[in-house]
């Protein structure tokens, strides 16, 4: 294990640098975020750089791994929910898995290798937390541990029934998007905090993906809000609106009309190409995305305020 | 057979209306989006005032102020009781035993209530990939109870399902309770199955069975869209129509749009 402890010196990087330095081919990659602040970002700049025989990882897929499957990045699939939700299926990432051992492409099929939600946020926790397994009762009486031999029944060593255990899960580099963090690379999100936690302490290197950089004394005076601690960071991208079509609470909503759009965009292969061409390998990255966008559409989505009240942490010295 | 009514209703509002009724005195629900999102918020507004609507993003006490998009839209969280990491949604109040009702929906169901949503055909070489368990599998083993919306279709009621990804009464209820009880499962299982025909409870023997038949629904109707020879209750009833309130609700608070009931 590198030791990747580091001085609290700035660590905020183009988004260019951070996958070109950060991510390899053939690495497994963690791009988390439960529906909310989802680093699509990040993912069309893998699909950007042309990275080959990834594994991705995510309880679900989205769009996201649907555009990076369209994109060519991926050999492989870890997940727990395949599907565009509220819409329907993931169709890039379908004509893959259901076309046989060779897409219409001539590609290979992807490989899948599933769990349930539990089972990948317990696959984190035992990545993170240095533990050969994770226990749940979950799998039971089910067709799963047949599909994936890597979901094992187990005795409890105290004599009282059987669990199933799932592997630890490490990606050899997780992305997260957050509403902030320091220059260093303190984390404070809020709104649903998924498994980004668990992702972020399992892989070995990290990208921490923001809306904006904070001087270090705002994060300082809310540390309750601090997920991440920039010891376990490797790099900082400031890219404001760079989880659009998802959300980040408190600054944008989904964008529905967008995840309704990738429907018919993705059933077909070539429409597929075509919008990869015009709003991934057509743009330099996502501040061109942004302006694409246009300001009308990108100010729709501002939700109206609903701030927290303030809590006293008290002055002890 | 239908009674009068003063205000017409489409068959998704009846299932609304009848999974919300079935939620009387349910104190925590395990959402999921679409229907069963707008049944529970249904039911908070009528039959279960105290409910705590949960989400499998990591929400407990939701207080949506818009119907969700998704299983994590931002509006679960503004008002919210609390915001829990999804390892705490699921290990303590799941798999901890406090979610009384969990609801489920399926692309293929058994006459037990064992559900596939992971594919059709050949698990590696499927004819229709579908989207897996997602929270499925351990609602299925640790909510207190399941109940199970969907609509009735021959290919979805089907004598054996392709995987089984959700277990339910197994292959009988004697079997399905001694497993339950001997693996420290917390759940019993699915209760009731409501459909845009009718509403299916689960006899002793853990087959599920009609007993209320929706109004304008026919049994002819009931048995052409399920794949094996039903059982039907001796006192089948028929399900009260939504009264106008319930209507009102669907209509101009919960899904004004139509997106779900229409």
New interface residues.
């Given amino acids: 294990m590198p030791d990747n402890r580091r001085v609290s010196t700035s660590k905020v990087a183009t988004m260019r640098d951070a996958i070109a330095d950060l991510v390899r081919d053939g690495n497994t990659v963690a791009i988390e975020g ?3 602040l989802i680093s699509f970002a990040a993912g069309h700049e893998i699909i950007r750089q042309r990275k080959r025989d990834l594994t991705l990882a995510r ?2 897929p989205d769009l996201i791994y649907d555009q990076m499957v369209a994109g060519g990045v991926a050999r492989k699939l870890i ?5 565009n ?2 819409v329907g ?1 993931l169709n890039a ?2 004509r893959r ?2 076309a ?1 051992p060779v897409a219409a492409s001539g590609e290979p099929a992807l490989e899948l290798e ?5 089972g990948m ?2 696959r984190y ?1 035992a990545g993170a937390t240095n533990l050969p397994f994770f226990p ?9 541990p ?2 994936n031999p890597l979901i094992r029944e187990i005795e409890s060593p105290y004599g ?3 669990v199933y255990a799932v592997p630890p899960l490490k990606p050899d580099v997780t992305i997260i998007h957050a509403q902030r963090a320091s220059a260093a690379g303190d984390t404070q999100v ?6 980004q ?2 992702a972020a302490f399992a892989a070995d290197r990290l990208i921490v993906v923001v809306e904006e950089v904070v001087d270090e004394s705002i994060i300082r005076a809310d540390p309750n809000r601090t997920i991440i601690p920039g010891l376990i960071v490797d790099a900082v991208v400031v890219e404001p609106f760079g989880a659009h079509p998802s ?1 980040v ?1 408190g600054s944008y ?2 964008d ?1 009309r967008f ?1 309704l759009d990738w429907d018919p965009i993705s059933r077909d292969e070539a429409a597929t190409q075509a919008w990869l061409d015009e709003w991934v390998y057509g743009l330099a990255g996502r501040a061109e995305y942004v302006e694409k966008l246009g300001v009308e559409r990108v100010a729709s989505l501002r ?1 109206g305020p ?1 701030p927290s009240g303030v809590v006293d942490y008290g002055d002890y010295r | 057979m239908a009674t009068p009514r003063a205000t017409a209703f489409s068959q998704s509002e009846m299932m609304i209306v009848a999974a919300a009724r079935e939620l009387a005195g349910q104190r925590v629900c395990f959402v999921g989006v679409g229907l069963p999102n707008i049944a529970v918020n249904l039911a908070k507004r009528t039959v279960a005032p105290d409910l705590e609507l949960v989400y499998e993003a990591g929400v407990f006490g939701a207080r949506p102020a818009r119907l969700p998009l998704s299983i994590g839209d931002p509006t679960i969280v503004t008002g919210a009781t609390a915001v829990t990491s999804m390892f705490e949604l699921f290990a303590f109040y799941l798999q901890g035993g406090l979610i009384d009702v969990g609801f489920l929906g399926a692309a293929q169901v058994d006459r037990f209530g064992n559900i596939n949503t992971t594919v059709i055909g050949d698990y590696d070489a499927p004819t229709t990939r579908l989207p897996g368990s997602g929270g499925a599998c351990e609602i299925a083993i640790n909510a207190r109870q399941v109940f199970i919306i969907m609509r009735q279709s021959a290919r979805s009621f089907v004598e054996k399902i392709d995987f089984r990804t959700s277990p339910g009464n197994l292959g009988g209820a004697d079997n399905a309770a001694r497993i339950r009880r001997e693996q420290g499962w917390l759940g019993r299982g699915p209760s009731v199955v409501v459909t845009d025909l009718g509403i299916w409870h689960f006899g002793d023997d853990g087959e599920m069975r009609l007993d209320s038949l929706h109004p304008g629904a026919t049994l002819e109707q009931v048995r052409e869209t399920i794949g094996w020879e039903p059982r039907i209750a001796d006192d089948l009833a028929v399900t009260p129509a939504p009264t106008d309130e319930e209507l009102r609700l669907i209509r101009v608070e919960l899904d004004p749009g139509g997106a779900y009931t229409k």
């Avoid at chain 1, 749940?136 to 799963?144: A, G, I, K, Q, V």
């Fill in positions: 439960f529906t909310h309880l679900t997940f727990s929910w395949l599907g939700p509220g299926g990432i379908r898995v259901e046989g599933e769990y349930s939600h539990f946020v317990g926790m749940l009762r979950s799998y039971f009486e089910t067709d799963l047949r599909a009282d029934g059987t809020w709104g649903l905090l998924g498994c936690k668990e959300y609470q909503d989904r529905n995840y939700p609903a």
